[in-house]
C-alpha cells in the first residue's frame, strides 16, 4: 500500500549527549530532589519515529530541569528504532522487532525465552518504571488529527486527563489487542493503585504544531505532580486551555484481518457520524458500519496495516465539560 508521507517540518535531535543516562540505565536520567512527592516520568521514544517527545525532553535535559520535590526521570525510550529513521521511509522507524507499545505485562517481560529488540529494552527500563508513580508518555499519531489524550479505561485516568486540561479530547479505551502498553503496565492500570499515567497524542508525527503540544502538556502535568515550579520550567510552554473537553468511551476496536481493509473517505481522526449503521470502511469485501448514533472514529490509520492492527477504534461521547471557568480563574 502506497500512501504520500507527511512533509518534515520539524528537526530530529542528536541524542548522542543523553546517552550514559544516571541510572545504569542508557537514555534514562532520575533526579531526585531529597524531599518528598511523587516520582514522575517523562518518557519519549516510545516509537522510534514519534519526534515530538523526543524534542521536549531533550530540552528538559539541556535546561537542567531539577525536581524540588519527590522525583523526576525524563526517558528516551525506543533509541533504536529512532537511529533508524529515513526520511524516504518515515513510517518503518516505529519499531525495529515489534512495538514498544505492545509488550507491557509482567508475564511477557518476565518470558527472558522471548526476545526482541523492544523486549530487551522494556526489561532493562522496567526497574525504573516500577518506581514511577505519575508517568507522562508523549506520542504522535500517523494521520494529522486534533491531539488527544489516551487515558486507558480506568475512571482515574480519566480524572487525571480532567485536571490537565488540555488536550480537550480524552480517550477512554481498553488498549490493543497485540499486547499492553506503558501506559497500562501493572499499577497504572490497577483501580486500587494510587499509580496513575497518561498517554498524549500530540498531532502528526512531523508536525509542527505536535511540538508545541508536547510542550504544553509536558509542563501541565510536571506542574500538576507538583514536582517543579511553574518558574521552572522554559518559558512560553504553557498554551490557553480549551473551552470544552470531551470525554470520549471506546466501545469497540476494528481490527484488520488481512491487507483487504479499507475506509470509506480519507478519515485522519475524530470525525463522527449521526447515524447509526454508516459504512465507515470494507474489510474483506464486508461493510464495517457505525454501531450507534454520533459515532467517533478515534486514529484511523492504513500506514500499519497488516492482519491483527487495529485500523481505528469507535468511540461514544460520554461527557463534555466545560472549561471556560477555570480559564477565568487562570487569568
Not at 193 to 208: F, M, R, V
Amino acid at each position: 500500500m502506497n500512501m504520500q508521507a507527511y512533509p518534515i517540518e520539524v528537526e530530529f535531535p542528536d541524542l548522542s549527549a543523553h546517552a550514559d543516562g544516571n541510572t545504569g540505565i542508557a537514555y534514562v536520567h532520575t533526579f531526585d530532589s531529597g524531599q518528598p512527592g511523587p516520582h514522575v516520568m517523562i518518557n519519549a521514544l516510545t516509537h522510534g519515529n514519534e519526534v515530538c517527545g523526543a524534542i521536549t525532553v531533550d530540552a528538559l535535559l539541556r535546561s537542567g530541569l531539577r525536581p524540588r520535590r519527590g522525583k523526576l526521570t525524563l526517558s528516551f525510550a525506543n533509541v533504536a528504532a529512532y537511529a533508524r529513521f529515513d526520511p524516504a521511509t518515515p513510517d518503518k522507524a516505529r519499531f525495529v522487532d515489534q512495538d514498544f507499545n505492545r509488550v507491557w505485562t509482567a508475564a511477557k517481560l518476565d518470558d527472558v525465552t522471548v526476545r526482541s529488540s523492544e523486549l530487551d529494552r522494556a526489561r532493562a527500563m522496567r526497574p525504573v518504571i516500577d518506581t514511577v508513580d505519575l508517568l507522562l508518555d508523549l506520542h504522535s499519531m500517523h494521520e494529522k488529527s486534533a491531539p488527544l489524550i489516551v487515558a486507558g479505561p480506568l475512571r482515574k485516568g480519566a480524572e487525571l486527563a480532567e485536571r490537565l486540561g488540555a488536550p480537550a479530547t480524552v480517550i477512554q479505551d481498553e488498549g490493543h489487542p497485540e499486547g499492553r502498553r506503558m501506559r497500562d503496565y501493572e499499577g497504572f492500570g490497577d483501580d486500587a493503585s494510587p499509580k496513575n499515567a497518561l498517554l498524549i497524542e500530540c498531532g502528526q508525527h512531523w508536525e509542527a504544531s505536535a511540538v508545541s503540544v508536547a510542550r504544553d502538556c509536558t509542563a501541565r502535568f510536571l506542574l500538576l505532580s507538583g514536582v517543579v515550579d511553574a518558574a521552572d520550567l522554559p518559558a512560553g510552554w504553557i498554551a490557553p486551555l480549551p473551552e470544552e473537553m470531551l470525554i470520549v468511551r471506546v466501545t469497540e476496536a476494528v481490527v484488520a484481518k488481512s491487507m483487504d481493509f479499507r475506509f470509506a473517505g480519507p478519515y485522519t481522526g475524530l470525525e463522527t457520524f449521526d447515524k447509526a449503521g454508516t459504512v465507515i470502511a470494507w474489510s474483506d469485501g464486508q461493510p464495517v458500519s457505525t454501531p450507534y448514533d454520533d459515532c467517533m472514529l478515534v486514529m484511523p490509520s492504513l500506514r500499519q496495516l497488516r492482519a491483527g492492527v487495529t485500523v481505528v477504534r469507535l468511540g461514544r461521547i460520554e461527557r463534555r465539560i466545560d472549561l471556560r471557568s477555570r480559564q477565568q480563574e487562570a487569568c
